[in-house]
Structures are given as structure tokens and as C-alpha cells.
């Protein structure tokens, strides 16, 4: 239900934006997030954002630098990644959470839905 575009490879300074669709009425109920994971290490938030798009939150690795927004319209989620990092490379994961409220959530535990993951390589 959930598909993710947008990885590859980019020189660090550079630019990525990564997208994430889903189904109209599954997309509409639910807050949507993105994680990713490093080689050798656990799952890390990234950045949420609720089901209206009033509400973002970014890791504090991330501020500043990655954006998320979504289209509802379009059920498409967007992850703008400007200033890349080498520490930024990893396979990033979409995420949904069903929800009645216009919150976002920042654990992975309470994620109801997966996409299959993206590599995002940013070489130094």
C-alpha cells in the first residue's frame, strides 16, 4: 500500500527528494512518516507529519536540512533532503499510522503500515 521513490546516489552538499504514495482513503486517515537505517544500526525517525499537514517534526540530525510535506490531493508524501551528509546514507523507510487525530508520531512501534525501503547514498 505503500510505494517509495526517489534514492540514489549523490555527492554530499547535494540533493535528494524522496517520495511516498498510497491509496486515496488509506492515505487521507493516516499521519505518515519517514525512518531510516543505517548499516550496523537500529531504525531511526526522521521526519512525520500529520494527517492534515499542519503538523511536521524532524530529527534533530535532520532539522533544517530535510523537509517533509505531503499533497493530499495526490496521496503522495515528499521528503525534500537538501545539504546531504555521508552519515545521511541509508535505506529510508515510508510509514503510515491510521489515526482519527491530526497528530504525528515519531516511533516506529506504533507504525501501522511499511513501504519497502529506498537507498540513499551520499559519498563524500
Known amino acids: 500500500q505503500l510505494q517509495a521513490f526517489g534514492g540514489g546516489l549523490v555527492q554530499a552538499g547535494g540533493s535528494l527528494r524522496l517520495s511516498c504514495a498510497a491509496s486515496g482513503r488509506f492515505f487521507s486517515s493516516s499521519a505518515m512518516g519517514w525512518f531510516r537505517q543505517a548499516p550496523g544500526k537500529e531504525r531511526e525517525f526522521v521526519a512525520a507529519?500529520?494527517?492534515?499537514?499542519?503538523?511536521?517534526g524532524h530529527a534533530d540530525s535532520v532539522k533544517g536540512r530535510f523537509t517533509l510535506s505531503r499533497d493530499n490531493a495526490k496521496n503522495t508524501v515528499y521528503l525534500q533532503m537538501n545539504s546531504l551528509k555521508p552519515e545521511d546514507t541509508a535505506v529510508y523507510y515510508c510509514a503510515a499510522a491510521a489515526t482519527t487525530r491530526d497528530v504525528y508520531y515519531t516511533s516506529s512501534a506504533v507504525m501501522d503500515y511499511w513501504g519497502k525501503g529506498t537507498q540513499v547514498t551520499v559519498s563524500s
Open positions: 507529519i500529520s494527517r492534515s499537514g499542519g503538523s511536521t
